[in-house]
């Protein structure tokens, strides 16, 4: 479970001895293709209604269902049913499990809430099924299509299995676990990954092959569940109403199937490391030092990824990470064995809020297992991060990590914020100068566009065509729009490494990137947006212009002046970047 070396290696793509030397099939794509491509595969029916950001997985396996795409055993196409609502997708989906059918649904946010009921009688009725989520912000004080961790939060009392991906690779690899692991336990499992971050990142994946996911799949119990199924061939009675005299001890009887699945999943895990060569954890573990940690900081999602790069570059002797991928049924033997014993503190780190709570769901869930397995010399702090897909970086988890380094811990920040500047309740933690963590043979780029002008639309194509015509070209693209999408601006950025794979899921900041592209030339002007704060010292920026078509070269250099702000003709001298129009 524990991996401690001078250089931590990738347990996630290590290869076991007896791995099969097959080639692997790779492609840039995002998030919710990933997790669409193995869903697709491994079911027969799927309910959908479209939802930010979830509703791109609907929209592919029903494009692909309506090209006669076969599933893995080839008898049939995914069979699509879009609903009047995601009410309707959930009763849906738990009428086609009682039947016996493979099938699954994607939803997000006010959409998960919905499922709610249905989710009570899905869990107590022991159906397998998996429930992909685009992790997305609730509307509480105002609206957000942003990812977070509060829809995934709020159902985690209705019995599910909850499992987290960290990264786009993740959440494909995820996906198949899930559907192996649900199966063989009988419990409906929530696979979740944050959205847009997550969701809508395009990054270079390895693909399970169709004959890895046959030798995967657990067609016992797929014949099991079947057998269960409502018929008048083998009738059985459900949906009873139980008085008090049996119904706690009925409730209570499903112990034994929770209890399993920690069990279910490590050896599912497993055998995927065997047949795949990529090697998964329920508690991921992480440390690049050369001795012991004394802090471990504890999180899920994809600022999993973010800790972890951080923690690599700087090689710090003093803090470890703990990467929470099974979420529930949360075991907290399996959790704490996982903790160095030289940790006396940690930090805990939520992507939601709840309001009046004494902590947030993981923190609670941390600091119960450590009373119950007798850790009670360990400091706790939990703090929140990211609300609303604010961006979560490097110099974010330096943070964290020097408020738990603080001599005396009367003086470490409890609770804690970071990523903002609080204040009015004066709970932020302090941040220093951005720091970038990848390799110096990483190229980043950054171009700004206004919504519908074409700019993301062929970002992405790009990313895509570079990424899969250079086999050992690791890529990554990021777009962040308003919530208008057209009409609005539009930021996209872009990754490239010939060495590594990229792993960051945050943006790039101010003074990293290589090449800096404004494609509207009205973002230049005083007032509006500093277009070249990205850009590093002999850096690229390129405008697009109408200034460019002058043909006298001083009256150009004139008209250039007055369009550009002085704040950014500034930034230009004083980083000596190289300025270009079109």
Request: glycine content about 8%; hydrophobic content about 40%; charged content about 20%.
């Amino acid at each position: 479970m524990r991996t401690e070396t001078h250089e931590k290696q990738d347990t996630s793509t290590s290869t076991p001895a007896n791995a099969k030397d097959a080639e692997v099939e790779k492609m840039c794509v995002d998030g919710n293709w990933a997790v669409a491509h193995a869903a697709y595969r491994m079911n027969e029916m799927a309910f959908i209604f479209p939802i930010t950001p979830s509703s791109p997985m609907g929209e592919i396996v029903d494009a692909w269902a309506e090209d006669g795409r076969r599933n893995l055993w080839g008898r049939q196409e995914l069979k699509v049913i879009e609903m009047q609502s995601e009410a309707g997708a959930a009763g849906a989906l738990h009428g086609a499990l009682v039947s016996g059918s493979l099938a699954t649904t994607f939803t997000a946010s006010q959409g998960l809430l919905l499922y709610i009921p249905n989710l009570y009688k899905m869990a107590g009725e022991l159906l397998p099924t998996v429930i992909h989520v685009a992790s997305r912000a609730l509307a509480g004080q105002a609206l957000s299509i942003y990812g977070d961790h509060s829809d995934t939060m709020m159902i985690r009392g209705c019995g599910l299995a909850m499992v987290s991906s960290f990264s786009v690779q993740e959440a494909h690899d995820m996906a198949i676990i899930s559907q192996i692991a649900t199966l063989k336990s009988r419990l409906p499992f929530l696979h979740f990954f944050d959205g847009f971050r997550t969701s809508h990142e395009i990054n270079k994946i390895s693909l399970v092959s169709d004959d890895s996911l046959r030798k995967l799949m657990p067609n016992q119990a797929i014949e099991e569940h079947r057998q269960r199924a409502l018929s008048p061939l083998h009738p059985s009675q459900r949906g009873t109403a139980q008085s008090p005299d049996v119904f706690m001890q009925l409730v209570e009887s499903s112990n034994q199937n929770y209890n399993s699945v920690a069990g279910i999943i490590e050896q599912v895990m497993e055998d995927f490391f065997q047949e795949v060569g990529r090697r998964y954890h329920p508690f991921e573990y992480s440390y690049f030092g050369t001795t012991k940690p004394t802090v471990a900081i504890i999180t899920m999602g994809s600022s999993v990824k973010v800790v972890e790069g951080t923690l690599r570059f700087l090689k710090t002797e003093q803090a470890c990470l703990i990467g929470v991928r099974m979420f529930r049924p949360w075991d907290p033997k399996l959790f704490v064995d996982v903790i160095p014993a030289s940790v006396k503190r940690i930090a805990v780190l939520d992507r939601t809020r709840e309001g009046g709570s004494q902590g947030e769901p993981l923190y609670l869930d941390v600091c119960t297992s450590l009373l119950q397995r007798g850790r009670r010399d360990i400091f706790v702090a939990g703090g929140r991060y990211g609300l609303g897909s604010k961006d979560f970086t490097p110099r974010m988890a330096i943070s964290v990590v020097h408020n738990m380094l603080r001599k005396d811990i009367d003086n470490i920040q409890q609770p804690f914020t970071v990523g903002i500047d609080d204040d009015v309740t004066n709970l932020s933690l302090p941040l220093g100068r951005p720091l970038n963590t990848l390799s110096k043979d990483t190229t980043q780029c950054v171009f700004w566009g206004f919504g519908s002008d074409g700019t993301v639309g062929g970002n992405k194509n790009a990313i895509k065509i570079i990424g899969d015509y250079h086999d050992a070209m690791s890529v990554q693209g990021y777009f962040e729009y308003d919530a208008k999408k057209s009409s609005g601006w539009t930021v996209s950025y872009l990754r490239f490494s010939p060495t590594e794979q990229i792993d960051a899921p945050f943006r790039i900041e101010e003074g990293q990137a290589n090449y800096v592209a404004c494609h509207n030339e009205s973002y230049v002007q005083a007032g509006k947006f500093d277009v070249v704060k990205h850009l590093k010292r002999r850096g690229t920026f390129f405008l697009n212009t109408q200034v460019a078509s002058i043909d006298d070269p001083e009256k150009r250099i004139e008209a250039l002046e007055n369009l550009v702000s002085p704040k950014i003709l500034r930034k230009i001298a004083l980083r000596q970047i190289k300025f270009y129009i079109m």
